[in-house]
């Protein structure tokens, strides 16, 4: 499986981002996006189970980003508001083919994971 990331770049505190994953496959895969910004370990920002029916949000993006599913299978966007120069970081898409909830894969135990774009927010 590979995960295809677009998005990220460099907005100033207050604007909006929009993050996109595709993940290759015929299976259907729980999606999530972690961030690991310098100096600091790796964190969930927000989980998607494999029907979009569960979500999971990190304390530190709640009522900022929304996950959602798209309509092509197997892809997931995030989308992020109200940035915050401390949302500065790598992000990195996963995706895992189990059925488990999206709080679930808040822990990081995911299958797959894509390489990193770079979201940089400029105060």
């Known amino acids: 499986v590979q995960l295809q990331a677009s998005g990220g770049g460099l907005v100033q505190a207050g604007g909006s981002m929009r993050l996109s994953c595709a993940a290759s496959g015929r299976g259907s895969y729980a999606m999530a996006w972690f961030r690991q910004a310098p100096g600091k370990e790796r964190e969930i920002v927000a989980a998607?189970?494999?029907?979009?029916?569960?979500?999971f949000v990190a304390d530190s993006a709640k009522g900022r980003f929304t996950i959602s599913r798209g309509n092509v299978k197997n892809t997931v966007t995030l989308q992020m508001n109200s940035l915050k120069p401390e949302d500065t970081a790598v992000y990195f898409c996963?995706?895992?083919?189990?059925?488990?909830?999206?709080?679930?894969?808040?822990?990081?135990?995911?299958?797959?994971w894509g390489n990193g774009t770079q979201v940089t927010v400029s105060s």
């Open positions: 996963a995706a895992d083919p189990r059925l488990f909830s999206a709080q679930y894969y808040a822990g990081g135990d995911m299958g797959y």
């Open positions: 998607i189970n494999w029907s979009g029916a569960s979500t």
